[in-house]
């Protein structure tokens, strides 16, 4: 895009720009001033960027946004301070965020400029970028603007510098407001994105995912299938006997071989449907110490949960009929229930048989896996 602020079309100086194609030099477009007047010097200030071109008009306190495929005007950046200001002698994009330069600005002293932040889609104001070391007066900051990566340019001409009366110039360098696009985020931003299921951090030059909506468990369904592997890599297990829900089992035996107690004393734990039941008992009643393969699933962290038990004698027959989609288990072993059977047996299945049996609590040749239920 090239200005061509003194071209007399519509009026003398009015002002005109160019857009043409950076290959072959061919005219695309000419962007007349859309409300040309004497002197208002459109094309003072042009930048181009993607689909978007901008030319600032600084006798006219407005700058302009065209689409490039179209030549068509998009917005309109209306200078926010009265008067002749310079007001588009210098633009400049970042990504949807245009900067004008009104270097004859006296907001901070007479002339001692400033720039203007604006959405380039919607023209809106979004901030103002004041000189950081003003003079009294005349420092024509924003004379010209310039934007590499994250980084802001912009130079006070006229400024003294160390100087004392010199007009030295100086140059600044800003993070510009604008460090992310798409959509627009100043560093440190945390955006949800909707559309990715993710949440994303704006370092100052882009956005960074930094956590991700975990894929949907399958576990989670009304009727999981049996053995399907649930992301906190439990495995379910079926229905539990007393109607409780549903039951999952950790992927591997948690013992191939405990007693289930040493002591020989009837407990009354003789509950065949709900191992949960028998494990409270005992959890409450007695030393783990006393009874480890209860210890084993009372000390149980894993998947997050702590909730584990010894299973059930009827739970231990869903984990049987099962076996091969939940996967793990030892076929030549037999296992413990939380069901008591006498005062020196308990339940256990025996998955060679397969049958149900009743072994001594003190026996120390079984296996143990926990379960769980939601």
């Not at 000189?131 to 994250?150: E, Y």
């Not at 939940?326 to 397969?354: C, H, L, Q, V």
């Amino acid at each position: 895009v090239v200005g061509a602020y003194l071209d007399d079309a519509g009026a003398s100086n009015a002002g005109r720009a160019y857009l043409f194609n950076a290959t072959t030099g061919a005219l695309l477009f000419t962007l007349a001033n859309p409300s040309p007047a004497l002197n208002e010097n459109f094309g003072r200030g042009v930048a181009i960027k993607g689909n978007r071109a901008v030319v600032g008009s600084q006798n006219q306190a407005n700058a302009y946004v065209f689409n490039t495929g179209t030549g068509t005007l998009v917005s309109t950046l209306v200078s926010p301070v009265a008067g002749n200001t310079l007001f588009g002698r210098a633009v400049a994009i970042s990504g949807n965020t245009v900067f004008v330069g009104a270097s004859g600005d006296g907001t901070d002293g007479s002339n001692n400029g400033m720039v203007y932040v604006y959405n380039i889609e919607t023209g809106v104001l979004l901030s103002t970028i004041h000189n950081p070391k003003p003079d009294i007066n005349n420092d024509t900051f924003g004379d010209s603007l310039a934007v590499a990566g994250n980084r802001l340019v912009v130079s006070a001409k006229r400024d003294d510098g160390s100087d004392v009366d010199g007009d030295t110039g100086v140059i600044h360098v800003f993070k510009p407001i604008a460090d992310c696009t798409g959509p627009d985020g100043v560093e440190g931003a945390l955006v949800y994105n909707t559309s990715e299921d993710l949440l994303q951090y704006c370092n100052g030059m882009g956005w960074q995912v930094v956590g991700k909506k975990p894929p949907a468990d399958a576990c989670a369904a009304a009727s999981p299938a049996i053995g399907q592997l649930c992301l906190d890599g439990t495995r379910y297990a079926g229905t539990t006997p007393d109607g409780g829900g549903k039951m999952f089992a950790t992927a591997a035996d948690q013992s191939a071989g405990i007693r289930w107690s040493s002591e020989q004393v009837l407990t009354g734990i003789n509950n065949a449907n709900s191992g949960s039941s028998n494990q409270a008992w005992v959890e409450a009643n007695k030393s783990l110490a006393i009874y480890p393969a209860f210890g084993l699933c009372a000390d149980l962290t894993t998947g997050g949960h702590t909730d584990w038990y010894l299973p059930s004698a009827n739970e231990l027959l869903v984990l049987f009929t099962n076996r091969v989609a939940i996967g793990g288990f030892s076929p030549g072993d037999k296992y413990w229930s939380s069901t008591e059977a006498t005062s020196a047996n308990a339940r256990t299945y025996t998955f060679y048989g397969p049958f149900f049996d009743n072994d001594a609590k003190t026996n120390v040749n079984w296996a143990v896996r926990c379960v769980r239920k939601n």
